[in-house]
């Protein structure tokens, strides 16, 4: 049962998208609020929480909009696993929210779902948007 389920989130934010851009594309941005340590060479990015190392490339990204991190195995090869975070703005009002996409094992969805919560409510300190 190797097998995840995908699944979206969306938070409002109080921010405006160029500034939350910063705190999802960069490593110093994320290190603020998603994982204790990120380090980046070219398109790799490690991830440390405590003593738990994960790496992912930086797959795809569009200035001010969205980043899309592939989850890589020991090789550095691709795994089919990834994470999105993507900035959304409403046209009319303005109103800006971020929207999670992952994956988990279907026994571990609402154990991930509660951590992006509680790390989206760090990003919302951090930016000032509580």
Same mark, same amino acid.
């Given at each position: 049962? =190797?097998?995840?389920?995908?699944? /979206? ?19 110093s941005?994320?290190? $603020?609020?998603?994982? =204790? ?5 070219? $398109?790799?990015?490690?991830? @440390? ?9 930086? &797959?795809?990204?569009?200035?001010? /909009? ?8 020991? &090789? ?15 046209? @009319?009002?303005? =109103? ?9 094992? /279907?026994?571990? @969805? =609402? ?5 992006? $919560?509680?790390? @989206? ?5 951090v930016?000032?948007?509580?």
């Open positions: 049962m =190797d097998n995840k389920i995908r699944y /979206e989130l969306e938070f409002p934010l109080n921010s405006s998208p160029q500034l939350l851009y910063q705190y999802i594309s960069t490593p941005g994320l290190q $603020e609020w998603f994982a =204790d340590n990120v380090n980046s060479r070219g $398109e790799f990015f490690t991830f @440390i929480w405590d003593d738990v190392e994960e790496n992912a490339r930086l &797959s795809s990204k569009k200035t001010g /909009e969205k980043v899309k991190f592939k989850w890589v195995d020991d &090789s550095k090869n691709d795994t089919e696993y990834y994470f999105e975070l993507k900035i959304l703005e409403d046209e @009319i009002t303005k =109103d800006v929210s971020l929207m999670v996409v992952d994956f988990a094992h /279907e026994d571990e @969805i =609402d154990e991930s779902k509660l951590l992006w $919560e509680n790390q @989206i409510s760090d990003l919302k300190h930016i000032g948007s509580i």
